[in-house]
């Protein structure tokens, strides 16, 4: 019920820095917040991994592999989440995916807004490093 459509990525420098965005929308209900939002990503031959995610309170986690790198930073009223990579490296070439959970809507004429259950995965966005 809710979408996520991620934008920015493509090929970059190693040691670059890249954004990536994630707007959230929903077809016929208006999103009253989300929770957390966030990014992992998978490379090839490999699992799907936490990058970062944040909650509206803007508290953050990182994983291991990209702290100091990364930032993770949103913007609650328009349902957006940024992901800033700096001192890109080749390992990173992913496809990183746009995450979110802790989701309340509110349909049309239905008066206050109710709790989605389960969490909602955009279509990924590749970030190839050249070398």
């Known amino acids: 019920q809710v979408q996520l459509v991620e934008s920015g990525g493509g090929l970059v420098q190693p040691g670059g820095s890249q954004e990536l965005s994630c707007a959230a929308s929903?077809?016929?209900?208006?999103?009253?917040?989300?929770?957390?939002m966030g990014w992992y990503r998978q490379a090839p031959g490999k699992q799907r991994e936490l990058v970062a995610t944040i909650t509206t309170g803007g508290i953050t986690k990182y994983g291991d592999s990209v702290k100091g790198r990364i930032t993770a930073h949103r913007d609650n009223a328009k349902h957006t989440v940024y992901l800033q990579m700096n001192s890109l490296r080749p390992e990173g070439t992913a496809v990183y995916y746009c995450?979110?959970?802790?989701?309340?809507?509110?349909?049309?004429?239905?008066?206050?807004?109710?709790?989605?259950?389960?969490?909602?995965w955009g279509r990924g966005a590749q970030v190839t490093f050249s070398s």
């Open positions: 929903a077809a016929s209900a208006s999103i009253f917040t989300i929770y957390v």
């Open positions: 995450y979110a959970d802790g989701m309340w809507v509110a349909q049309p004429g239905h008066g206050s807004p109710s709790p989605l259950q389960g969490g909602s």
